[in-house]
């Protein structure tokens, strides 16, 4: 048992989009600290899910706690790192350096400033150093290739310093190497610097003994805390099948 | 040509004009938004033409009717999901219809109007110039302080969401700003022209690759440039200064296509 405060505190969350259920009944509280892969099958709803906790949709029904707080009143969102799914699919003759898009990591700190305070630039060494993107810094972002966007929006999410990261496939399109790097790094994040992490992902196999628990979505809900032991054949065919309904109400992660 | 007040009223409200669109309209095309500005034009002739018909001064009335469609369109853009290039589509034919049912209605299609349509420097006075003076000063000092925030919006407007930016203010914003300039402008450059003093120096300053800053440096360079050799070639020439001036930035923009 951890004694630890929640980040993500969610009951009863209800979506319906275009009359379908995309997320129904979902509940569960994620802690700080946790490293938890959400994965399940396409369309699925783990994007809407994190937008939802993100406030980027609202839910039908149901509420959500972010580090204590109501989401409605929650407004520390520099402490949530997020990174979007299609991150590294923007608009290749959009004016931005590396440096610039990492910069706006920062930009709510520096809200209605002429200039960037200059007391902020080594977290933006920073954060680059750690996705080893710091050698790319003047490079326009549309010249990089998939991959190497892929680390700059994860170092533009980490530069506010976040408690919570949120990655919605980060690894599409990172190559083996690459990905292992990846790997390493954000069990690094977890246990050096203590940053929560939600990690959407399709391959959960490679990172099962670093993560402390796996929810597997297909609109509802399972959770579980003993990733390695349940992760048979047996559990996948059900979470990417149809039938992953059974709530099973086991360890904290409920 | 200097030895007339108007021609000197004329490049000081053609080079605050330059400065106002080529920097709000920059941030128009990084949204990939560029038909805003075409169609708020056209809104503003509707308020141009009600001005018009009811003896007002249709400089108001046409920042009037720009503010109005301008947050109509976001609106509609934002609540019902509406492709923008549709939502614009539809303001700018509707805006088109509506004018030339008011002033035909007024029975007063004459040269006023016309020369909303493709600008006339000839129609600038003091006043204009004044007001133009004031609000330059409060739109640019409003770019300016949102300037980052904006960037970041036209990067990713999902994004600067989840990372707590009050997208919808900002968005709102600018699109009033846009409206307004694009209000005050349309005496000179006209209604059918203003579009492209907002999108073409951005549009020839992004095939430079020179960064954010950079990007809106030439574009007021561009935009600047284009003005006042436009005017000077409609003095000169005697032909429309809108006219003249799209035709000076539309050849800026050929020249930025040869740079690789
Ligand atoms: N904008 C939208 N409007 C209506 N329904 C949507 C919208 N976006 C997604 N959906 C629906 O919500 C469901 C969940 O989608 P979501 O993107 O969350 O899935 P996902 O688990 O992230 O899938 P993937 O693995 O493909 O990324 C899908 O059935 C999808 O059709
Ligand atoms: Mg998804």
């Not at chain 1, 048992?1 to 505190?9: I, P």
């Not at chain 1, 906790?53 to 039908?60: M, Y």
């Not at chain 1, 509420?63 to 520099?78: E, R, V």
């Not at chain 2, 059918?192 to 999108?199: D, E, P, S, T």
């Amino acid at each position: 048992m951890k004694f630890s405060s929640s980040v993500f505190e969610v009951k009863n969350l209800c979506l319906l989009r275009n009359k379908q259920d995309v997320l129904k009944n979902v509940s569960f509280t994620i802690f700080k600290g946790d490293y938890i892969a959400l994965i399940g099958p396409n369309g699925g709803g783990k994007s809407t899910l994190v937008k939802t906790l993100l406030k980027l949709i609202s839910a039908t029904s149901g509420t959500i706690k972010i580090l204590g707080q109501n989401q409605s009143k929650f407004n520390a969102w520099d402490k949530i790192g997020y990174v979007p799914q299609r991150a590294s699919l923007l608009d290749d003759n959009f004016p931005a350096s590396v440096l610039d898009v990492v910069k706006m990591g920062l930009i709510v700190k520096n809200k209605h400033k002429l200039f960037f305070n200059s007391s902020f630039n080594h977290l933006l060494d920073d954060a680059m150093k750690k996705m080893n993107v710091l050698h790319l810094k003047d490079r326009q972002i549309g010249e990089l290739s998939g991959g190497q966007r892929q680390r700059v929006m994860i170092a533009r999410a980490l530069v506010s310093k976040p408690e919570v990261l949120i990655l919605d496939e980060p690894n599409t399109g990172v190559d083996a190497k690459h990905q292992k790097d990846f790997y390493v790094l954000l069990k690094k994040l977890n246990k050096d610097e203590k940053i929560t992490i939600i990690f959407i992902t399709h391959d959960i196999g490679v990172i099962a003994d670093d993560i402390d628990g796996v929810m597997f979505i297909n609109s509802t809900l399972r959770v579980s805390k003993t990733p390695t032991k349940d992760l048979s054949c047996n559990i996948f065919s059900k979470v990417y099948g149809f039938d992953a309904h059974m709530l099973t109400h086991r360890g904290k992660h409920v | 040509m200097f030895e007339y007040d108007f021609m000197i009223y004329a490049f000081l409200s053609g080079i605050m004009i330059a400065i106002l669109s080529s920097m709000s309209g920059a941030f128009i095309v990084l949204k990939r938004y560029s038909l805003l500005s075409e169609t708020l034009a056209h809104s503003s002739l509707v308020g141009v033409a009600v001005g018009i018909l009811l003896g007002l001064n249709p400089y108001w009335s046409s920042i009037v009717f720009a503010i109005i469609a301008a947050w109509l369109i976001e609106f509609i853009r934002v609540e019902f999901k509406i492709y923008s290039d549709a939502i614009l589509a539809i303001f700018l034919s509707g805006s088109l219809a509506l004018a030339v049912i008011i002033v035909s209605l007024a029975d007063s299609f004459n040269n006023s109007l016309f020369s909303y349509l493709f600008g006339s420097i000839l129609s600038v006075s003091e006043d204009d110039l004044i007001v133009m003076l004031v609000f330059s000063f409060f739109a640019l000092g409003t770019l300016l302080f949102i300037h980052k925030e904006l960037y970041f919006i036209s990067y990713d407007e999902e994004l600067a969401k989840a990372s707590g930016l009050n997208v919808k203010f900002y968005n709102y914003l600018l699109v009033s700003i846009v409206a307004i300039v694009i209000a005050l402008s349309i005496q000179i450059v006209g209604s059918l022209l203003i579009g492209a003093l907002m999108v073409i120096p951005t549009i020839s300053s992004l095939r430079l690759k020179k960064g954010l800053y950079g990007t809106l440096i030439f574009a007021l360079l561009f935009s600047i440039i284009s003005v006042i050799v436009g005017i000077s070639l409609s003095y000169y020439m005697s032909v429309p200064s809108g006219a003249s001036i799209v035709v000076v930035l539309i050849i800026i923009f050929i020249g930025t296509l040869f740079k690789k």
